[in-house]
């Protein structure tokens, strides 16, 4: 016959598998919702010919980043990035803007398959040595975050077209304004869009939807 300690350990035993398997795996599912969550595309559904149709894609485009270096679209193919627009002689809005968007970088410092990229919209006064100081000021990886410049009509078509960007002149500084942050897939799906002043809680979702892309690109990758 079964000593009472014995008995007792089964009857805890019980009462942990009847209760406490389900909370460790509600728990368990909580921790990995946004992975199973797929993330929305963005802009409206172009025609391929036929009946087929695709999402909107960022277009080619030819920059020069701070560094120097010709950047266009195929520096990010098999990437996640994350792009915005800015230029270094705003007061306010910019600032606080890529302050958000360092917090999101550190996150993924080293993580070579995130990447990111700001356009100046102010390419007259935004010299490669100004985007050099303004990316050092940052703390910006050279490698991962690229503050990029060019004629300013490709910047703006990039912007509004290709980011569907809903952007608004400041007539004070004659330039285009926008506070959002544009998550682009490697197949160059814009598949997030969020506000880049909103703080940590707008950070950290950006922070899990850069996640979750990550992982579908892994479940694609396996399917294969």
């Not at 010299?127 to 009509?153: I, M, N």
């Amino acid at each position: 016959m079964a000593s009472k300690a014995t008995r007792r350990w089964f009857i805890a035993g019980g009462i942990f598998l009847v209760l406490g398997l389900p909370v460790l795996w509600i728990v368990f599912l909580g921790k990995l919702e946004f992975h199973a969550k797929s993330l929305p595309y963005y802009g409206p559904k172009v025609p391929m010919g036929g009946k087929d149709t695709q999402y909107h894609q960022v277009g080619p485009f030819v920059f020069t980043d701070h560094n120097g270096k010709l950047i266009t679209e195929a520096d990010f193919d098999s990437c996640v990035y994350i792009a915005n627009i800015f230029f270094s002689t705003c007061p306010d809005v910019c600032p606080a803007m890529n302050s958000n968007l360092r917090i999101i970088a550190n996150a993924f410092r080293d993580n070579p398959r995130v990447k990111f990229i700001s356009h100046t919209v102010d390419p007259e006064t935004d010299s490669l040595p100004v985007l050099k100081e303004y990316a050092r000021r940052l703390d910006a990886d050279r490698l991962k975050w690229h503050f990029v410049t060019g004629s300013k009509a490709e910047i703006y078509s990039t912007a509004v077209d290709d980011y569907l960007l809903g952007v608004k002149d400041d007539k004070a500084s004659n330039f285009m304004h926008s506070d959002r942050l544009v998550l682009v897939d490697p197949d160059k799906h814009i598949r997030g869009v969020f506000n880049g002043l909103a703080g940590q809680k707008e950070n950290n979702q950006a922070i899990d939807a850069v996640k979750a892309l990550l992982f579908e690109i892994r479940e694609k990758a396996h399917r294969k």
